[in-house]
């Protein structure tokens, strides 16, 4: 029996436990994806003017050069982030926090993520590392970050 | 050529319609189409913008009894399209290609495909694949993330964006149409209401309904002759960017920055020439961002803007009369368009802004969006 928190369908706490949603790589991404699943971190640049890019592309949209992908230090700071409350969507136990989180490879060189840390111990500008995480039993593995102490 | 809205129709908003979007459409349509006092022989274009949730014109125009349509659209997209929806209808019209364009939006927004939410397993595509593990896929989220930066940077707070709530609830009582007509609101239950994704609780977002809502645009050879006095369009503007949620440079600013200033450069207006203004409202924070970028507030200011009643009867200009999509209920902000032509008419009753001769119409939030003016005057 679903347990409804709000009386709307599918909003139950057993939402919490289905997989998150999968990605689907694409040409563009699989070389994202394939190093995730080997654990690392590994963020689009090109290879002429050496500028990040999340998402990644086939070539730099700053000068058109090629790209390909290479491993980032997971350091960061939290841009932004929410607390998220009401299950939404499925595969994380609320409450947790998603963050937006900004790498120190470059400025404006943002990815979202879960943080795994109490919501009251969250701030803007707090340091974060990345962690790699498998999504569900889906085989994927993706960034969350920690907060650095 | 000059065009004009000349037409509106629409179909009750409900939670639960038990009809296609395709009935839907046909009935707003037809009802738009009568409003105008033409024949649905009169119309030649017809658009809508989607989501994957609703029948295409081709369907709609088959289905009111038009045998065949000289030009129709649907665009993919949200919020982000309906100023854009009526700037191409009026381009459309003024290139020859047809003479009056119905532009809908149906949904089942609340029984159907609902926005904020995901149910089950899902795979993700394209350019949200990668917000996909942390389940950073649905709009309430996105812009959640982006009110905690202005908060942050501005120091404006919940109750600010509850002062937003509250004011537009207090609106969409005197609404007959409203989803949320006996539903007031306080403070003290705002605050007191369920998280969503904190920095929003559920009042912060938009009142998800079924239904559908159509407008008639017409160029002025038949605008002169319809029954309804014209609604003119007096200008446009549109700014559409594909940074994402995560990597626009700036989150405590919203395409209102571009789309503002661009909007009063090429109407000659301003803020302050608004008699009212039909804001799109997904979320508070979308209206706290586009008060600032369409140049109505500071940074900052817009909670004691709401406060001390500048943006209600009686203050500086009118926010959402109807009470936006956040309390009339969410039909993508056509509804705004809607709202704006019934106020220019001197037609909303109870509710009606004294004088109304000029309003700024806007559509979308983040990255990208447009605005419309209207005049109950020719221009």
Not at chain 1, 65 to 91: C, K, L, M
Not at chain 2, 161 to 184: E, F, V
Request: proline residues 5%; charged residues 20%.
């Amino acid at each position: 029996m679903k347990a409804a928190t709000d009386g709307r369908p599918g909003d139950g706490a057993d939402k919490a436990s289905l997989s998150p949603p999968i990605p689907v790589p694409d040409a563009d991404s699989e070389g994202y994806w394939a190093a995730a699943r080997a654990g690392t971190l590994a963020i689009c640049r090109c290879v002429e003017c050496k500028t990040w890019m999340v998402p990644p592309l086939e070539r730099c949209r700053y000068c058109n050069g090629r790209t390909a992908f290479e491993e980032v230090s997971g350091r960061g700071v939290i841009f932004s982030y929410i607390v998220v409350r009401h299950q939404a969507v499925p595969g994380h136990q609320v409450p947790y926090v998603v963050g937006i989180v900004e790498l120190t490879e470059q400025a404006g060189l943002r990815l979202s993520g879960v943080i795994q840390a109490d919501p009251a111990a969250v701030s803007i500008g707090a340091p974060v590392r990345a962690t790699m995480v498998d999504v569900g039993t889906s085989g994927f593995r993706a960034p969350e970050f920690l907060l650095v102490p | 050529m000059t065009t004009a809205i000349v037409g509106i129709g629409r179909t009750e908003f409900s939670r639960r319609s038990g009809r296609t979007t395709k009935a839907m459409a046909v009935e707003a349509c037809r009802a738009a189409v009568a409003d105008a006092g033409l024949a649905v022989s009169d119309i030649d274009g017809m658009s809508t913008y989607q989501a994957g949730d609703s029948a295409h014109p081709m369907e709609v125009s088959w289905a009111m009894g038009l045998d065949e349509i000289a030009w129709c659209n649907s665009m993919v997209g949200g919020g982000n399209l309906v100023a854009d929806q009526v700037a191409t209808a009026a381009a459309v019209i003024e290139a020859g290609l047809a003479r009056a364009v119905l532009i809908y939006r149906s949904l089942n927004g609340r029984s159907g495909y609902r926005f904020g939410t995901v149910d089950g397993p899902m795979q993700v595509e394209g350019q949200f694949q990668y917000e996909a593990p942390a389940g950073f896929i649905v709009p309430p989220q996105w812009f959640a993330s982006w009110a905690r930066r202005h908060q942050a940077v501005y120091g404006s707070t919940c109750e600010d964006l509850g002062q937003i709530a509250i004011t537009q609830r207090r609106h969409a009582l005197r609404n007959p149409h409203a989803i949320r007509r006996n539903d007031p609101l306080d403070m003290e239950t705002y605050l007191a209401s369920r998280w969503i994704a904190e920095p929003f609780r559920v009042h912060d977002c938009t009142s998800e309904v079924d239904g559908a809502v159509a407008i008639v645009i017409a160029g002025e050879d038949v605008a002169m002759g319809t029954r309804q006095p014209p609604v003119w369009l007096v200008g446009s503007s549109n700014t559409q960017s594909g940074a994402g949620w995560a990597g626009w440079d700036d989150p405590t600013e919203m395409y209102a920055r571009l789309a503002g200033p661009r909007i009063w450069a090429r109407t000659g207006l301003g803020p302050t020439d608004m008699d009212f203004v039909c804001m799109y409202d997904c979320f508070t924070y979308t209206v706290m961002a586009s008060m600032e970028g369409f140049g109505f507030c500071e940074k900052g200011q817009v909670g004691r803007y709401f406060a001390e009643g500048r943006a209600t009867y009686g203050g500086d200009v009118v926010v959402n009369p109807h009470g936006g999509l956040l309390s009339e209920g969410y039909i993508h902000g056509l509804n705004h368009h809607y709202e704006a032509a019934l106020q220019l008419r001197g037609d909303a009753d109870e509710r009606q802004v004294d004088n109304a001769g000029l309003a700024l119409v806007t559509a979308g939030g983040g990255p990208f969006g447009g605005a419309n003016v209207f005049s109950n005057a020719k221009p």
